[in-house]
């Protein structure tokens, strides 16, 4: 049996990368899985893989810069499993890459409206939820980039940041109700985020920034958001956990 067995478990962007192998993982842990994405081919693929593995599973298509969307998906979630016990706020883009003095201006508003808002939208509808069944666990994604910078990329190191922070204030309201809310922050992850705008020499150097000397792979930031997801993590909010290869120790 698996330790997620009789959960039930939304997971924004979930069509792709780190939120698939999420997905995925949930799915074999025993979590009844609610992949929500923007991105109606991608989930339908991650359902069918899902459902083919042996597990659980609902796709929502929704985007998460709309809060109604975000409400939708919360409502669909309930409607097919009757409850909501964990939540993983994932979805989300890279955005420009201009230094700040060039950046964008929609650019910048749209990373803001995914990466930021998005994560606000996720909670503004599950937290209702999990209080009405008595608690809950939230992953939000973050990133390394959530506690350091990254030259050119100011919309997603700014809206990475603001994540870390948002974590720690629904934390410390909804502690004593027994919602757990952490940040998982990955390093550099093989996932098309990366490799659809970058070259492979390219994503070579960006290796090399990881005392690991290479980039991390989806599955291996699955299993940290499992953990935190896990009642086992009982005393653990308002976190933020590294996943990536040592590159916050430079
Ligand atoms: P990905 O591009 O493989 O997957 C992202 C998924 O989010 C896609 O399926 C996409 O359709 C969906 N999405 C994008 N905008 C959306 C929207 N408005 N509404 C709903 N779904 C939307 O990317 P990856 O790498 O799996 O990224 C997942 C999360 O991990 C993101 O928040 C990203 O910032 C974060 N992250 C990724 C790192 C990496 O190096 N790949 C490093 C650190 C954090």
Do not use: C
């Amino acid at each position: 049996m698996g330790t997620l067995n009789g959960k039930t478990a939304l997971i924004t962007g979930g069509g792709s990368g780190i939120g698939e192998a999420t997905a995925m993982l949930f799915a074999r842990e025993g979590a009844n899985v609610v992949i929500s994405d923007m991105d109606k081919a991608g989930g339908e693929r991650v359902l069918a893989a899902l459902i083919k593995a042996g597990g659980k599973g609902i796709f929502v298509q929704s985007d998460v810069s709309k809060a109604a969307d975000s409400e939708r998906s919360v409502s669909e979630a309930v409607e097919a499993y009757g409850r909501l016990d964990i939540a993983v706020n994932n979805a989300g883009i890279g955005g420009p890459a201009e230094l700040t003095g060039a950046y964008p201006l929609d650019g910048w508003r749209q990373v803001i409206d995914i990466n930021l808002n998005g994560v606000f939208y996720g909670m503004r509808y599950q937290i209702p939820m999990m209080l009405r069944s008595g608690g809950g666990a939230i992953v939000n994604m973050a990133s390394i980039l959530g506690q350091v910078g990254f030259a050119t990329a100011s919309a997603y190191v700014a809206a990475k940041h603001a994540v870390v922070g948002l974590t720690q204030n629904a934390a410390l309201e909804y502690g004593a109700q027994d919602i757990r809310v952490n940040s998982a922050g990955p390093g550099f992850i093989r996932t098309p985020l990366l490799t659809k705008h970058l070259t492979e020499e390219q994503l070579a150097g960006i290796a090399a920034l990881h005392p690991m000397g290479r980039l991390g792979k989806p599955e291996e930031v699955a299993e940290l958001v499992l953990w935190l997801a896990l009642d086992r993590a009982s005393f653990v909010t308002g976190a933020y956990y590294a996943v990536d290869g040592g590159y916050l120790t430079r």
